[in-house]
């Protein structure tokens, strides 16, 4: 899968950063996904929330704090649905748990951390100049 990514790469230790891709490969990060998703067998509505939720997420991102703000009005909001949800058009009144693994699957879905490791891995390997404009990206 790797190996048609980096044909065009200019330099650098491509075997090295190949090995490393190939060891580090995105399928093995599948799998629990699929089996949170399978365990857990959230409705579309929960689905949705899991979503929205990690597209308004600015816990590890530098933001104004306008955007912040708002990214913070919206995550109530879309809690406070779910509430409503859970309550109204589940009849569930304890639904702590269905909460925890539902926010359990942000976790297993959110993996900006490890994209920016496997970018810096690749600039380490020289694959990826300092001028690059996608490792520039994730760097700021």
Known sequence: MFETFLNDAPRGN?????????ENDIK??????RDAVKRMDPRPEE???????MFWS???????????????RYRQTILKELHAF???EMGLD???ARLGELMMML???D?????????EVMHLFGVLPDDNFMYRLQKD
């Open 14 to 22: 491509l075997p090295g950063v190949k090995k490393y891709l190939r």
């Open 28 to 33: 093995s990060r599948i799998l629990p996904a």
């Open 47 to 53: 689905f949705l929330v899991v979503v929205a939720l």
């Open 58 to 72: 600015s816990e590890e991102t530098s933001m104004s704090e306008e955007i912040t703000q708002i990214s913070q």
């Open 86 to 88: 859970y309550r109204l």
């Open 94 to 96: 304890n639904y702590a």
């Open 107 to 109: 976790q297993v879905f």
């Open 111 to 119: 993996r900006t951390k490890e994209m920016k490791e496997h970018f």
